[in-house]
Structures are given as structure tokens and as C-alpha cells.
């Protein structure tokens, strides 16, 4: 079987660029930019990147994108008080936290400090509430880009069996609940599974879309997906790598080679769902923009 690879570098800039159309019509009609803020405690390599790959997305969508890099000893308390003068900064229309944080740091109450309507990852209480309701707001980013990606690609979720490996507050459960409503590019039967699941190839085998979420590099090998299977790999881990002048790679969750050929379709790391994730950010932001104006001519 020949494997279709699920560009999802290709669609982001796609959506991408019709943000920055709809950014370029906001602005005519108000004089306003969306305004990204990024909080960033401590140096942790990976978000060093993250946060700059967000920023670069956001600026060639036409939007502010400031990142505001906090000292990784910062307490709690000093941490909350600067979400709190973003939340009430009318010059401020999305906020997010870099995760993860330092151990010091509840990450629980700093999600709940973020205004709601200025939650553009989607991870406020109140928006994964409305999102289990089916009434969501801000979907969190990643599910929003797996969800897109099948759309883009062809592939409908509805009547399919997704199985998700992970069940993470951003990832997994998000994802189960966006796949299983009662609306458009949803309408799955979801399974998930986790580090406590029992033979959990015994599920991924049942899978006609199987989300690996797991945090395991190359976890999900040939024999635990069927033949014509779609799999989404959203992992992203670094290996050791001699070859490369970096010391390292990144692959995903998914030992690609060894799926290769057998499923029907699957999104390669990096490459995959990384950049879909931003492009979802950058949706949600010009959402809390409009918010912030009162105009909502433009469903997403």
C-alpha cells in the first residue's frame, strides 16, 4: 500500500494565509492588530523554539506578537499578577503560558488566572466546559489541528473509531470529547487509552484513526495498526543522533518506517502536526480579537 504523507507544514501556511486576510480586514475596519502575548518562565529549550516558531507564524499573519520571558524562579504569586495585568490590558487580545513550567509552579491555578475570553490555547476551565457541551469557543489548538488536518485531507471522522494514546488536559481529552460530538468532522466513536491501559495494542489495532499522544519516541510500531489505518502522530521527542551536527533528531511518537506502507495515511514529525497547532493559535486569536471589538461576522 502506498501511504499518503499529511503535509500539515503545506496547510498551516494555507491557513495561515487566510488569517492574515481576515487580520487585514479587522484592521481596515478598526485600526486594530491582534495582540499575541506569550508568557515564558525559564529557559527550557523546546519552548525556546516553540515560542519563537509562534511568534514567527503570528507576525507573517499581520499580527503583535510579544513574548514576555519571566525568570524561572518566579513565584506563583508574582506569575498570577502578570496574567492579571494582561487579562485587564484592553491592548491585549490573547494570552497564553508556555507549558510546561517550573515544579514550583501549580500549573492548574495559572490556567484558571487567564481570562477566559483571552484563553486562546483553550485550556481555561470554562472552555474545555463549553467544549464538552459542544458549545466550545476556543478549542485547544492541537485537537483543533488534528481535527482540521483530516479534514483537509479527506478524511471524515464520522462513523470512524479513533483511538487516542493520551489522555493529557491539552491533547487527549480535549481531543476525545471535539471527535465525539454531534457536529461536523466529529461523530467518532473514541477510545482512549493511556500508561495504565492494559495490551494497549490490542486497541490501536482496532483503530481506523488512530492520535498518538503518548510521549513515547517511536512507540507505535507496525504491529500495532491495521492495514489502511490513518494515524496523526502529534509526539514530537528528541533522540540522540551522532550523525547530526545538533547531537539530535526529532521523531514522533510513531516508528514512521515501520508503519510506512501499511497505513492508508499518516502526518510525519516534525512536519505534521506541529505547525498545524500554531496555525490553530493564530485562529483563535483573531477570534478573541473580534471579541474584543464586537464583531463576529467570521465563524471558525
Do not use: W
Not at 491557513?15 to 495582540?35: G, Q
Not at 503570528?58 to 524561572?72: F, S
Not at 489548538?141 to 483537509?152: D, K, N, S, Y
Request: contains cysteine; charged residues 20%; proline residues 6%.
Amino acid at each position: 500500500m502506498s501511504s499518503t504523507i499529511i503535509d500539515g507544514k503545506s496547510l498551516a501556511i494555507q491557513v495561515r494565509d487566510k488569517v492574515k486576510d481576515e487580520v487585514n480586514i479587522l484592521e481596515s475596519k478598526y485600526s486594530i492588530a491582534p495582540n499575541l502575548n506569550v508568557i515564558q518562565v525559564g529557559t527550557d529549550p523546546p519552548s525556546l523554539v516553540y515560542v519563537r516558531n509562534k511568534q514567527i507564524a503570528a507576525q507573517k499573519a499581520g499580527m503583535c506578537a510579544k513574548d514576555i520571558h519571566l525568570p524561572e524562579k518566579i513565584s506563583q504569586k508574582e506569575l498570577i499578577s502578570k496574567i492579571m495585568e494582561l487579562n485587564i490590558d484592553p491592548g491585549v487580545h490573547g494570552i497564553l503560558v508556555q507549558l510546561p513550567l517550573p515544579y514550583h509552579i501549580d500549573t492548574g491555578k495559572i490556567i484558571d488566572a487567564i481570562d477566559p475570553n483571552k484563553d486562546v490555547d483553550g485550556v481555561h476551565p470554562i472552555n474545555i466546559g463549553r467544549l464538552s457541551q459542544g458549545r466550545q469557543l476556543f478549542v485547544p489548538a492541537t485537537p483543533a489541528g488534528v481535527q482540521r488536518m483530516l479534514l483537509e485531507s479527506g478524511i471524515n471522522p464520522t462513523g470512524q473509531h479513533v483511538v487516542i494514546c493520551g489522555r493529557s488536559n491539552i491533547v487527549g481529552k480535549p481531543l476525545a470529547l471535539l471527535l465525539s460530538q454531534q457536529n461536523h468532522g466529529a461523530n467518532s466513536t473514541v477510545t482512549v487509552c493511556h500508561s495504565k491501559t492494559r495490551d494497549i495494542a490490542n486497541f490501536t489495532r482496532q483503530a481506523d484513526i488512530l492520535v498518538a499522544a503518548i510521549g513515547k519516541p517511536l512507540f507505535i510500531n507496525s504491529g500495532m495498526v491495521k492495514e489502511g489505518a490513518v494515524i496523526i502522530d502529534v509526539g514530537i521527542n528528541r533522540i540522540d543522533d551522532r550523525k547530526r551536527k545538533n547531537g539530535y533528531r526529532l521523531v514522533g511518537d510513531v516508528d514512521f518506517d515501520s508503519v510506512l506502507g501499511k497505513v492508508s495515511s499518516i502526518s510525519p514529525v516534525p512536519g505534521g502536526v506541529g505547525p498545524m497547532t500554531i496555525a490553530m493559535l493564530l485562529e483563535n486569536t483573531l477570534l478573541a480579537t473580534r471579541l474584543a471589538v464586537g464583531d463576529l461576522t467570521t465563524e471558525y
